[in-house]
T-cell receptor, first 115, second 109 residues
Framework: DAGVTQSPTHLIKTRGQQVTLRCSPKSGHDTVSWYQQALGQGPQFIFQYYEEEERQRGNFPDRFSGHQFPNYSSELNVNALLLGDSALYLC??????????????FGPGTRLTVL | GQQVMQIPQYQHVQEGEDFTTYCNSSTTLSNIQWYKQRPGGHPVFLIQLVKSGEVKKQKRLTFQFGEAKKNSSLHITATQTTDVGTYFCRSGNTGKLIFGQGTTLQVKP
């Protein structure tokens, strides 16, 4: 079992560009959550996907969007990049439940730098 | 909205000393989870607490959930250099999944 995988590991973009980050969940997991972690801060919840739909969303603008595919993998898209979007983007997978009781397994993250 | 505060932000200890980090929520939590993130790594799940007043132990780590389910603590007895990292609590209420700011532990050998 490869665990949660993310690609790419590092990415450099310029302001105004668009970026797509990818995540494959741990085997047997059907729920994917995305987080943004700025240097020295805790992960900030962006959104969560289950059954190909956005189930929950944090306080992030509409520039941040996502998608989940039938195989449970997921993408995070960020449009019109700002310097402040530079961060580590973490994907976490879990098995679904009616409440958020389940342990989340995190991927290694994608380090995004916006110049 | 719900806030999760963690203190202290940083803690430097001598190897062998004890360490405690505290997590406080502005609202009652259905559960709380604790994660550890090593420098340059990603968060790794440590434990989940669900019941009021619950106490769980993992070797030298002791986790507590407050009676009112609004606070939690992680205590490490006799720290080792392998304990270095940032410890995060995370609220588990349905809805937004909120992490605390974390407590970064440095251990001097």
């Amino acid at each position: 079992d490869a665990g949660v995988t993310q690609s790419p590991t590092h990415l450099i973009k310029t302001r105004g560009q668009q970026v797509t980050l990818r995540c494959s969940p741990k085997s047997g997991h059907d729920t994917v959550s995305w987080y943004q972690q700025a240097l020295g801060q805790g992960p900030q919840f962006i959104f969560q996907y289950y059954e190909e739909e956005e189930r929950q969303r944090g306080n992030f603008p509409d520039r941040f969007s996502g998608h989940q595919f039938p195989n449970y993998s997921s993408e995070l898209n960020v449009n019109a990049l700002l310097l402040g979007d530079s961060a580590l983007y973490l994907c976490a997978s879990s098995r679904t439940s009616l409440v958020s009781y389940n342990e989340q397994f995190f991927g290694p993250g994608t380090r995004l730098t916006v110049l | 909205g719900q806030q999760v505060m963690q203190i202290p932000q940083y803690q430097h200890v001598q190897e062998g000393e004890d360490f405690t980090t505290y997590c406080n929520s502005s609202t009652t939590l259905s559960n709380i989870q604790w994660y550890k993130q090593r420098p340059g790594g990603h968060p790794v799940f440590l434990i989940q607490l669900v019941k009021s007043g619950e106490v769980k132990k993992q070797k030298r780590l002791t986790f507590q959930f407050g009676e009112a389910k609004k606070n939690s603590s992680l205590h490490i007895t006799a720290t080792q250099t392998t304990d270095v990292g940032t410890y995060f609590c995370r609220s588990g209420n349905t809805g937004k999944l909120i992490f605390g700011q974390g407590t970064t532990l440095q251990v001097k050998p």
